[in-house]
């Protein structure tokens, strides 16, 4: 089994029976299994960060209203459908994990309309890893109860992502 599949089976174990689940009881009572795009190695990148200079807070929307405060760490660069495409990369704090929020043109027809996260890994090189094949929806794409931070419009390309998690068939909105 691979790790990938190892890790989805342990989110949909996560997500349909454990009570901290963002799901309700109801949707976990119904509850298949999230819905993922197969594995796909062109969505996989090793890209060297460009260091943001102004370390000053920046305030991200939130889904409920209000914002949240967050550094921008660094920028990157990757290709899609042969464009050269930058993100910003955050931070809560100088030792807090690395996080990219984006939106692609996947959003709102095959993935969540507000956006998807990605966990961003710093390796040992100075470069930074990004699997979007490991691209989740935050937790407000289940229900009503949750606040989410937005992605930004720096963070919003044209191109479409088809990795990581699609749009989940039974959301309480």
């Known amino acids: ?37 197969d594995e796909a190695s062109e969505f996989v990148f090793k890209v060297t960060p460009s260091l943001v200079d102004d370390d000053a807070e920046i305030d991200i929307p939130l889904s409920t209203g209000g914002t949240t405060s967050t550094h921008r760490w660094a920028t990157i660069s990757i290709e899609l459908d042969g464009k050269q495409e930058t993100l910003t990369v955050f931070r809560e704090d100088k030792h807090g994990p690395l996080f990219l929020p984006f939106r692609d043109g996947t959003s709102g027809d095959e993935t969540y309309a507000v956006g998807r996260y990605l966990e961003v890994h710093a390796l ?44 989940y068939p039974d959301p309480e909105h």
């Open 1 to 37: 089994m691979s790790h990938l599949t190892e890790f989805r089976s342990q989110k949909d174990k996560y997500f349909g029976q454990d009570h901290d689940s963002p799901l309700s009881h109801g949707q976990r009572e119904r509850f298949n299994g999230l819905v993922y795009y």
């Open 124 to 167: 040992e090189d100075g470069n930074l890893w990004l699997d979007f094949n490991y691209a989740y929806n935050p937790f407000c794409a289940y229900g009503d109860n949750w606040t989410c931070p937005i992605p930004p419009p720096e963070n919003r390309i044209i191109s479409p992502i088809r990795a990581g998690e699609r749009l």
